[in-house]
């Protein structure tokens, strides 16, 4: 794909959704580097198409396919961390942590971001402290939106998010959640939540982090003693699931519902919820790394990553 139609569909996208190009460009490049690329000045590297394309519904699922044999390695392994990490395999996934620090690009922002919150997904699979992820979580957030306390509390300022923003801000809410900083998680999930009804997803960008978001919401709310509105947060995930075939977060979202509708004492339903878990874990072959289904509903693990 030639340089200037990549520069010219990020522009109709942008205009069509009206943002502004200071909007886009924040935390991926200047925006004087975004006009030169919508014009066809400029050469896209494929982290930073990547990142553009990840904040503009609708152009999730374009990327750059004149990659270097260095990029396609560095994207082979992003995949294989991801895929590791939702899997819950730790040894995999330190396996290409540790080739991905070896060819990762030194002082590129998006390289070094991926690093660090795969690191803190890692350490939390892993039951390391909160007080360890968290500065991890924080710093590689810094590294794209530097002012995002500010950026989030200023309401006429337009926030949006690439795939690795929306991970870290996930894992942010999950490390405040075990703080039992709860109000906080809460409040982290809600914003996720409702940007990703706002943004025009098709079927298979919403089913790809939805359920996730969908999950830990839930995930928090059972933790609050809100177990009504956990179950109807878990329903709506297990509906994109079901819809877009995509069963990886559905024993999550099944075991919360179990877990709330036994809290309010309605067995029946907890049972057949805990059964349906059960069932898709059995098909997988594995509990997550846990010898026993009933260790990982007991466990009441949130959604870490999901790839």
């Not at 999730?60 to 895929?83: A, G, N, P, Y």
């Not at 024993?251 to 509708?261: D, Q, S, V």
Request: overall charge positive.
């Amino acid at each position: 794909m030639p340089t200037y139609a990549m520069g010219s569909a990020i522009r109709e996208m942008r205009i069509r959704l009206g943002y502004t190009q200071e909007e886009l460009a924040y935390g991926v490049c200047s925006a004087g580097t975004l006009s030169k690329i919508e014009n066809g000045q400029a050469v896209i590297s494929k982290r930073v198409f990547e990142a553009l394309c990840s904040k503009l519904p609708g152009m999730h699922h374009v990327w750059i396919s004149c990659d270097t044999k260095l990029e396609m390695k560095r994207s082979k392994l992003c995949k294989q961390i991801l895929f590791s990490l939702g899997a819950a395999e730790l040894t995999k996934a330190s396996e290409a942590m540790a080739q991905y620090h070896l060819l990762k690009e030194e002082g590129n922002p998006f390289c070094m971001q991926f690093e660090l919150y795969t690191q803190a997904i890692y350490q939390g699979l892993a039951k390391k402290s909160e007080e360890e992820i968290l500065p991890k979580l924080k710093k590689a957030l810094k590294m794209t939106m530097p002012d995002y306390k500010t950026r989030f509390l200023a309401k006429k300022k337009v926030v949006l998010l690439t795939y690795d923003e929306l991970y870290i801000l996930s894992n942010m809410g999950i490390a405040y959640a075990k703080k039992n900083r709860t109000e906080l998680a809460y409040r982290i999930f809600v914003f996720l939540k409702l940007y990703m009804e706002q943004q025009d997803l098709d079927l298979a960008e919403s089913a790809k982090a939805c359920p996730m978001l969908y999950g830990n919401l839930a995930w928090v709310l059972e933790r609050q003693g809100q177990f009504d509105e956990a179950v109807k947060q878990c329903d709506t995930g297990i509906n994109i699931c079901i819809f877009a075939g995509n069963y990886t977060v559905l024993p999550h979202l099944f075991c919360i519902k179990a877990r709330c509708y036994t809290a309010s004492k309605n067995y029946v339903i907890a049972r057949k919820c805990m059964q349906q878990a059960k069932a898709i874990l059995d098909i997988k072959g594995n509990y997550r790394n846990y010898g026993s289904f009933e260790e990982f509903y007991k466990a009441r693990e949130p959604i870490y990553v999901i790839y």
